[in-house]
């Protein structure tokens, strides 16, 4: 939560010096490169193939095992970072014809595009070897500080943006993206603090194959493929809005910003916490509780996310013209930013089940079903895309990544039933329904207070955040009372079973 309150400063300090033009555009690209291979051979891929392998070895063979496998393991991927990092900053320029190529027809920001792709890209490096270091700080029952990681960027990057504010760095593009190699370097080097700190710091020895990492690399296989896929959806997002009009870029950068808090808070949050935890009842032969484990994970996914995508869509306006009208970000950039948001909303419960949905499949070693299933869905992302985009501009991008959420969480819900890995319990059952009506009434009181309250968006800074304030809250507590009278959630019960979460944490 931190990490994504920082995230709004950081955006909102962008948007306004920034705006949604030429340098803007650049960055975002950028930026979105080296993630993308992040997400490709880091994050997504590592979690799903690494965790299950290092707490099996933690439960069978003890800690030095888990440790020595883990130290393989870290070399591998530092050697192989390393050589990916010096490929790509030497063929940049080749590469962004391909991620930019609506850039290549403007020779300055094409240019700048490069520049600072070639700025950014170490952050890939340090990256995969932290989501290494965060898969064992996981794996143990440490989750803290892999969360609070990403809380280390965003100051830098919001430093970065005060220098160029207050006119101490006159390239705001290039301050940007040293901050963000900085910022992956200083990543790392807190997770690294955490993990000796945890007792389960690995060493490097030469890179080696050995048959644990072997076996490691024929589950990340698929687990690549299936992140290659989620992100040429990415790819082809960016690729499709760089042909639209300048902005489109930003426009949808901004937009899914808002909708990645609840997605970044919620769901990634769940579906970390709950990879290990059904390794653990799995492998001690307890399918009932992981069951169950699948079933609360679905319903706490339900109850925070429907009111979050229903609050997006009826008051979009009023989200972006408080978080970022001001300075370069003018109104018609709100405007367009707030048509994206609405479009991203629809998917949102969808982001957020899919995170919940794949610990089911990765804590059985099942990584390619995931794939299968994601590749249908990349397919019709981009078929959809390209028709909607011709009548809705950067929005029908937006559309078609919500509808092909949604085709694949409700393709992996299906499987997972199938196999008998997913039985819906009679508690989700019944909270379901009473979940459907308290939204409904909660979604249509909120959109009438949005109109009513629009004309007050004209008026000064402390006015319309006073209005968003009331919104925000007022529809929060309108919710939890309908949520409560109806029987939707039970936040007493909820709170008491965090307190006893929390009080059974032993340190490792």
Not at 175 to 201: E, H, P, T, Y
Not at 310 to 335: H, Q, Y
Request: glycine residues 8%; proline residues 5%.
């Amino acid at each position: 939560m931190l990490s994504r309150i920082l995230g709004f400063v950081r955006d909102v300090l962008m948007a306004q010096i920034l705006g949604a033009g030429q340098i803007a555009d650049a960055f975002f690209i950028a930026f979105k490169f080296p993630n993308l291979f992040r997400r490709l051979f880091g994050e997504g891929a590592m979690n799903a193939a690494f965790v299950p392998l290092y707490a099996g070895r933690i439960e069978t063979a003890g800690p030095e095992a888990a440790r020595a496998f883990a130290s393989d393991v870290a070399a591998i991927l530092a050697s192989w970072g390393l050589f990916l990092c010096l490929i790509a900053m030497a063929t940049m320029p080749w590469i962004m014809m391909v991620q930019a190529a609506g850039f290549v027809d403007e020779p300055e920001k094409f240019d700048l595009t490069v520049d600072l792709a070639r700025i950014t890209f170490p952050y890939l490096l340090f990256m995969i070897l932290s989501a290494l270091f965060s898969g064992m700080l996981n794996s143990v029952g440490r989750f803290a500080a892999a969360a609070a990681a990403p809380v280390i960027l965003n100051i830098v990057l919001i430093s970065a943006l005060l220098l160029v504010h207050f006119k101490f760095v006159n390239l705001p593009g290039h301050a940007l993206a040293v901050a963000v190699a900085i910022g992956g370097a200083l990543q790392f080097l807190m997770l690294v603090r955490a993990c000796i700190k945890a007792g389960i710091m690995v060493n490097l020895p030469s890179p080696k194959l050995t048959p644990g990492v072997k076996r490691l690399l024929v589950l990340m296989l698929p687990g690549v493929i299936g992140a290659g896929v989620v992100q040429i959806n990415v790819v082809v997002g960016d690729l499709l809005a760089t042909t639209l009009a300048e902005g489109s870029v930003s426009f949808l950068y901004y937009a899914d910003r808002v909708n990645q808090l609840p997605l970044g808070v919620i769901g990634v949050a769940v579906g970390i916490a709950l990879l290990p935890l059904l390794t653990r009842q799995l492998r001690s032969g307890h399918p009932e509780e992981a069951m169950n484990s699948m079933n609360r994970a679905i319903e706490l996914c339900l109850v925070l996310t429907v009111p979050a995508a229903v609050a997006l869509i009826a008051i979009p306006f009023p989200i972006i013209t408080v978080l970022f009208e001001r300075g370069a970000f003018d109104r018609t950039a709100a405007e367009a930013t707030a048509a994206a948001l609405q479009a991203f909303a629809i998917g949102l419960p969808a982001y957020v089940l899919i995170k919940a949905l794949l610990p089911g499949f990765f804590a059985r070693e099942d990584t390619k079903t995931p794939v299968q299933v994601a590749a249908f869905a990349m397919v019709g992302n981009i078929a959809i895309a390209l028709v909607l985009m011709q009548f809705f501009d950067h929005v029908g991008i937006a559309m078609a990544s919500a509808v092909s959420a949604w085709f694949n969480v409700i393709t992996l819900a299906i499987i997972l039933q199938k196999r008998g890995h997913l039985v819906f319990d009679a508690r989700l059952k019944k909270v379901l329904p009473r979940l459907i009506l308290s939204v409904a009434l909660f979604g249509v009181a909120l959109f009438a207070a949005g109109l009513w309250s629009t004309p007050l968006l004209d008026e000064g800074g402390l006015v319309k955040l006073g209005v968003l304030v009331a919104l925000v809250l007022g529809g929060g507590v309108f919710f939890l009372i309908l949520a409560s009278l109806f029987g939707a959630a039970d936040f007493r019960e909820a709170l008491g079973q965090l307190k006893r979460s929390k009080s059974r944490e032993q340190p490792s």
